[in-house]
């Protein structure tokens, strides 16, 4: 059974029954305290484990440098194995 999603700002988050952390990102434009805050939460739905990511893009509005400089930076990609957009 799928896990119940988190909702943040700009995404829906959680955790499919075959270990996938899906990410919907919502029709926002994302900064950087909605980057840091994404990261957390997938890293508390990840429960510890490095899982493979799966974010849906579609409804991006995009994001400046900085906050795309995050997302690839260690922190960013701390509980990933994988990353799919």
């Known amino acids: ?3 119940e999603a988190i ?8 955790l ?3 270990g996938i952390v899906q990410v919907v990102i919502t029709g926002v434009k994302s900064d950087l305290e909605d ?3 994404n990261v957390a939460v997938i890293a508390r739905v990840a429960a510890g ?16 440098q900085e906050t795309r400089a995050y997302y690839a930076r260690a ?11």
């Open 49 to 64: 484990k490095r899982r493979p990511v799966l974010v849906d893009i579609r409804a991006s509005l995009g994001i400046d």
């Open 75 to 85: 922190e960013g990609v701390k509980s990933n194995t994988a990353l799919a957009l």
């Open 1 to 3: 059974m799928t896990a």
């Open 16 to 18: 499919t029954d075959n």
């Open 35 to 37: 980057a840091k805050e």
């Open 7 to 14: 909702t943040t700002r700009t995404a829906r988050i959680w």
